[in-house]
């Protein structure tokens, strides 16, 4: 209950009662309440600057979740770059400088997307920049992985052609060392046996006894088993594909007959000394495309160094063929 407050009449000499009028009452309420509004306004600016509400306290836990997974997916980035370029740069100058094929050039590695604006509906927010920048990254890593994919897939089929090459081409000596007297006579102009006159000798004669086993020096198809060809007597022709046919001559026996296929190293005839020949050996001759050429240059599949600088001095002499 309010306190009566009087005041002294001089007038009357005695105290009246101080009647307060409504509309000093309303005055002072209204003052009171803006002085109340204006202190609660400065209570909560200043909370606000210093207190965080629980649901800021949410927001900002998520903000800073929302910083350490973008952390996270930078470095994922960075890895992911560094290892295709790294894949990249043994793609252009290992795999495919072995297997003969052009290196993809930077500029289609690294290439952006042109035409219309991909991330416009990126756009408009508070970090748009951002993450707009990302997703360029994004996209540009996708699009190397898959040239990078395409590449490999075309350097696979680079291999496999290129294994069925070597097994191919016609690379070991077709008479063991083992069971060779002589390399009688090599590539190049020799004196015939027969006229003695010099001529060009388009192959290599192996001399060896009669019945040594003569061996496939590459994989391919018996194209020809016969002594229908002049001079050849008994002689095998193999076509190993990619342009190279190898001939055994003068043989004794087969041991393959035309259309079979054989493997580098089988038993596929035996020498002898049939035809236009002058003693037991292998004539043995090389084609690349129609053209004979020189055996020598393919024995790397079965000759040590020492063995085929042997094999090389004899060849090179001009003595006399055998055939």
């Known amino acids: 209950m309010s306190k009566v407050k009087y005041y002294y009449d001089k007038e009357s000499l005695s105290y009246r009662k101080i009647e307060r009028k409504k509309r000093t009452t309303f005055k002072y309420a209204g ?113 190397q992985i898959v040239v990078q994919s395409k590449s490999l897939d075309e350097i696979k089929l680079l291999a496999e052609e290129k294994e069925k090459l070597l ?43 009669r019945g040594t086993p003569v061996y496939a020096s590459g994989d391919g198809v018996v194209a020809r088993a016969d002594s229908n060809s002049s001079g050849y007597g008994k002689h095998i022709r193999i076509k190993h594909g990619y342009g190279y046919t190898s001939l055994y001559a003068h043989l004794y026996k087969y041991n393959v007959r035309r259309n079979q296929k054989v493997k580098r190293g089988d038993l596929i005839g035996f020498v002898g000394s049939t035809g236009r020949s002058e003693a037991p050996h292998l004539h043995y001759e090389i084609f690349k495309d129609g053209d004979r050429i020189n055996p020598i240059n393919f024995y790397y599949g079965s000759l040590t160094a020492e063995e085929f600088n042997k094999l090389l001095e004899h060849a090179s002499l001009e003595n006399q063929s055998l055939d």
């Not at 408009?124 to 993450?131: A, E, V």
């Not at 027969?194 to 060896?208: E, L, Q």
């Open 31 to 143: 003052i009171f309440i803006l002085a109340a509004a204006f202190f609660a306004f400065i209570f909560i600016f200043i909370a606000s600057q210093y207190v965080e509400s629980p649901k800021e306290r949410a927001f900002k836990r998520e903000l800073q979740n929302a910083q350490l997974q973008f952390d996270l997916l930078n470095k994922k980035m960075e890895h992911a770059e560094a290892v295709l370029a790294n894949v990249a740069d043994r793609d252009n100058n290992i795999y495919r400088v072995y297997f003969e094929a052009n290196p993809i050039p930077d500029e289609q590695r690294k290439a952006g997307f042109g035409g219309i604006n991909r991330y416009k509906s990126l756009e408009g927010f508070d970090n748009s920049k951002l993450i707009i920048e990302s997703n360029k990254r994004l996209d540009i890593l996708q699009k």
């Open 167 to 209: 097994v191919a081409i016609p690379a070991i000596q077709p008479v063991s060392n083992e069971d060779l007297t002589r390399m009688a006579s090599g590539y190049g102009m020799r004196s015939d046996p027969f006229t003695k006159v010099r001529k060009m000798h388009w192959g290599m004669d192996f001399t060896a006894p």
